[in-house]
């Protein structure tokens, strides 16, 4: 009984103390892309996902393409020991919220520790 309220309690504080992002603009958002701690990044990632369901096809896309540029602007300026140290501790944070989840979940894919940034795609 003890170990289920300590489960709890430790659930609870974990949502506490996590960054509410539900009251900041899109352009907000944008702006933050790439520079949260790592423990934020799987409620970031959340809010992004819950309003992209919202956005039509075009405004989704065009909302993802400017986060990824904002990220990779962060990103650029990084030692690569550094983002990849940045990596693996956002893929330990998913690993934990989806241990939490009774029904199981998968990280993003873009958030595997051993992944770099991809190059940005020239438009022509």
Known sequence: MKKFLALIVLA??????SADYSKKSDKELISIAGSMEPKDVPSYF??????????TLKEAREFKEKIKAQEQK???SMKVKDFKARKKAIHEEFEKLCK?????????HDFAPHAMPPKP???K
Do not use: H, N, T
């Not at 609870?12 to 103390?17: H, I, K, N, R």
């Open 12 to 17: 609870f504080v974990s949502v506490a103390l």
């Open 46 to 55: 959340q809010e992004i996902e819950k309003r992209v369901e919202e956005m």
């Open 100 to 108: 939490d989840k009774k029904e199981g979940c998968k990280a993003p």
């Open 74 to 76: 962060v990103f650029d």
């Open 121 to 123: 795609r020239d438009k």
